[in-house]
């Protein structure tokens, strides 16, 4: 390349040379998508894992009786209703 094609190209570098600030983003960006990557593949595998053991648990959950907050859903209901009714 001759010196002409350096100096061209210098000129239509928008940015210029990469400061440290610059550079510590771009690798912790690299650094943050493989902590990404890491973090889902173990959440799939761990839940994989998981899922044949749910289904020995989910005959317990379905004989437990319902939360308490579905009661006081149907309480707070009912209420409305009466209060509608009163108007």
Do not use: W
Request: glycine fraction near 6%.
């Amino acid at each position: 390349m001759s010196t002409d094609n350096l100096g061209v190209a210098a000129s239509l570098d928008k940015y210029g040379e990469e400061d440290l600030f610059s550079m510590l983003v771009r690798y912790g960006l690299f650094v943050g998508a493989i902590f990404q990557f890491v973090c889902i593949s173990a959440a799939v595998l761990m839940s994989s894992n998981e899922s044949l053991d749910a289904g020995e648990d989910e005959g317990r959950l379905i004989d437990e009786p319902a939360p308490a907050n579905a009661n006081a859903r149907r309480l707070h209901k009912i209420r409305k209703l009466e209060k509608k009714k009163r108007r």
